[in-house]
């Protein structure tokens, strides 16, 4: 028993640990994926598709089947007996049919290739789905670290407007300083303090948001890791590389598929104008047992009442025209499917060039934010100087503060904004390599 309880004690332990261990990018992407509400959608529209073909190929099977009724007859049995006479009988029939399409002008196989088109139009819709998910985490989980290192640069702000205060307190005991001085010290101090617990309320939403996202209930200890990649060491992605085949990408591949279909549901529609041809068979059978009469037995009976058939069935259309209405159907949706495809393909072109052009203007952000960020630090670090030799106002410090700190803030925004837009390019390469 001890040991049992030593065990399961573990095993918590070790499930607490695991939860506890920071998640990194693919940890959130592959948590997110297993119960994302829009992939599984997609999973199951996937099976109906599959449902939906099973049916179409069901069509060449042969529809057998089997009936039976109880009737009370009452009245004259001549046809039964061959003999006028009226009686009141109770009567079982038996039947059994079964029917087989041989020719149906194409529909069958038509309607079953529209079904497996549909059915990799899915599949598509599927990994385009995943992709999508794949990006929406990616840019809350960006999100959640540019908020953290926003929140440390509110710290560290706090903390150096803090050592300020110290040291003009100082100054002002030595007589060095006055009044207003410490009075602009502490606004700075305050200014930054809540500048800091709005970035750490920030980072809390960012974490909250990233959570919910990838469907995790319970974040009490969930916590994320930073890049183990930095700027410099993101692999690019040329343009040329992410246009050179439109049509891998699963948008434009599910469109086509879709085209396909189209066209075959067109096939099929035309098909069911022409002649079909099937094969039939039945048999019938039937008991009675008139009351008060004597009749054969069951065994006679059954041998000499039975009859069957066996021919084909030739259905030649005349006037249909509700078909003909699902024929100009078919034709309005087979050409909405070409333009849908058109428009697709301008449009999945648009969103690479688009996406390709923010990775590298953000990039290029990212160099000016770095650039501006060590100018503000030097003139920062020189106005340090200029105030402990008396020669510039606690003001004029603070606010060369303020613009170092509003540099470095930007320099983390455009960071992480490139990062997301390197990340998105690499998904978007990754189906063309898939």
Same mark, same amino acid.
């Given at each position: ?103 149906? *002008? ?201 009859? *069957?058939?066996? *021919? ?113 390019? *690499? ?8």
């Amino acid at each position: 028993m001890a040991k049992r309880i030593f065990l399961a004690l573990l095993l918590l332990n070790l499930t607490s640990t695991a939860f506890a261990q920071a998640w990194d990018l693919d940890s959130c992407v592959n948590y997110a994926l297993a119960g994302n509400a829009e992939v599984r959608h997609r999973k199951m529209q996937y099976g109906i598709r599959q449902e939906e073909l099973a049916e179409a190929a069901a069509r060449r099977i042969p529809v057998v089947s089997l009936g039976a009724q109880e009737l009370l007859h009452s009245g004259n049995a001549l046809i039964m007996y061959s003999v006028d006479q009226v009686v009141t009988m109770s009567l079982t029939q038996v039947a059994a049919s079964m029917e087989m399409p041989l020719l149906t *002008g194409g529909a069958i196989p038509n309607s079953k290739a529209a079904k497996e088109y549909a059915l990799k139009s899915a599949a598509e819709d599927i990994s385009l789905s995943m992709v999508n998910t794949r990006i929406r985490v990616a840019a809350a989980y960006m999100q959640l670290l540019g908020c953290r290192s926003q929140e440390q640069l509110a710290l560290r702000r706090a903390e150096l407007c803090r050592e300020q205060l110290q040291r003009v307190q100082t100054l002002v005991d030595e007589g060095r300083r006055t009044d207003a001085d410490l009075a602009e010290a502490r606004a700075a101090l305050s200014r930054a303090d809540y500048l800091h617990t709005a970035a750490k309320g920030n980072s809390d939403i960012a974490r909250i948001a990233l959570a919910n996202l990838i469907g995790l209930e319970d974040i009490s200890g969930f916590e994320i890791k930073d890049l183990e990649e930095g700027v410099e060491d993101t692999p690019e992605v040329s343009l040329p590389s992410l246009l050179g085949d439109i049509d891998a990408y699963p948008a434009v591949r599910s469109v086509q598929f879709n085209l396909k279909s189209a066209e075959y549901q067109q096939k099929a529609a035309k098909g069911a104008l022409l002649p079909q041809l099937s094969l039939f068979a039945n048999y019938n059978n039937y008991l009675y047992q008139p009351f008060g009469v004597k009749v054969p037995g069951v065994g006679a009976q059954l041998l000499h009442n039975g009859w *069957g058939a066996l *021919g084909l069935k030739l259905e030649v259309p005349i006037l249909n025209a509700g078909q003909k209405i699902q024929v100009d159907k078919a034709a309005m949706a087979l050409e909405d499917a070409r333009v849908n495809l058109d428009e697709t393909r301008r449009e999945i072109s648009r969103q690479l060039r688009e996406s390709y052009l923010q990775t590298v203007s953000a990039r290029e952000r990212y160099n000016s934010a770095v650039s501006a960020e060590q100018a503000a630090k030097e003139a920062y670090d020189y106005q340090q100087r200029m105030y402990e030799a008396g020669l510039c106002t606690t003001y004029d410090l603070g606010q060369s503060r303020l613009n170092w700190f509003s540099a470095s803030e930007e320099t983390v925004r455009s960071k992480y904004e490139y990062l997301l837009r390197n990340k998105i390019l *690499g998904y978007y390469r990754n189906l063309l390599q898939n």
